[in-house]
């Protein structure tokens, strides 16, 4: 018996997808995720990975995820809360708090259910969520699981976020206010400081998403917070294993009581099983090359200021990016696509981002440039882009 109702719903779906132009299928890796690497076939140079510091390829890194899964397994075989707390995820936690420089630390198994799983348990009904325009989908998905207010402000607008906070002054719920710290989509940085003067003369508590923002921005990539020099101003920041750290998964780092509580209320904390050994074991061994290790840091920005200087001088709009993040705007949706395809043949693989996920009129191809390109990597893929970009009229 097959559903005649869920048939034609997901018929109509795609159809509506296909005719947008959007239905795109899954692109195929071979191989590691690397500086060059072979999608759907063909060896491209890779401009779409999170993977900033090159540490999904780090010997010690490797090496760790090996010799746990070794010594203690393959899986943790239960949720953190029951018997799926194995020394090494303790470990992790201790070494992660020292990192920050707060009390206590406390892993998820991603970034987006540590997202989901603070915001959606702290606030409640009767509480208020000021949110940048921009934020990222699993801060609104953990805003709705609380059932709170979700009020958003203008992006990256201190002055916006006060005026918000003014009209619900005499609201007697929770407030809590929500960024990313560097946006995903145009590299830029959320203004910190000027947030949490805001946030305290409004008895607002303060949360920040460092997913693009670990192990690259502060001293050895300890994020926005450091970088800032705002330590004890913030009271919960929520990092990410997954992205520059190499391996997965997401933390929310603060005081004791706050990781005491979600131990007890955050939901994937309770309900969905542990990260194999292999994972803390590889994340400890990524800390430790991140403070012992600086040449990651600096190849990456050193890449980073080149690849943008270069960008402009060939006359790019790279829009108000100030991090690896480096978008090129293109423009109209169908063009940006048609750009991001014209890359691929010419060797370099660079996602295009059109509206719903970037207003409309701004798309674009996103590059992230790692420390692991070198020169002549970078040189290749500016030699595709301006070639590109002339065909498209995007320079001239
Ligand atoms: C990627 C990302 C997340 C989710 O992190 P994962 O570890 O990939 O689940 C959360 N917030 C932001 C801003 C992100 O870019």
Known sequence: MSSKTLKKFLADEIADLKNKGVFRPLRIVDGHQAPWTVIDGKKVINLSSNNYLNLTNHPKVIEAARKATLEYGAGAGAVRTIIGTMRLHDELEKKLAAFKKVEAVLVFQSGFCANQGSIGSIMTKDDLIFSDRLSH????????????????????????????LEEYRENPGKKLIVTDSVFSMDGDIAPLPELVDVAEKYDAFFFVDDAHASGVLGSCGRGSVDHFGLHGKVDIQMGTLSKAIGVMGGYIAGSRDLIDYMIHRGRPMLFSTAHPPSVPASVIAAIDILQNEPEHMERLWSNVEFWKTELRNIGFNIGNSVTPITPVIIGEEAASMKFSDRLMELGVFAQGIVFPTVPRGTGRVRTIITAGHSKDDLIKALVAFQKAGKEFGAIS
């Open 137 to 164: 989908a699993s801060i609104i998905d953990g805003c709705r699981l609380s059932r709170a207010k979700i009020v958003v402000y203008e992006h990256n607008d201190p002055k916006d976020l006060q005026a918000k």
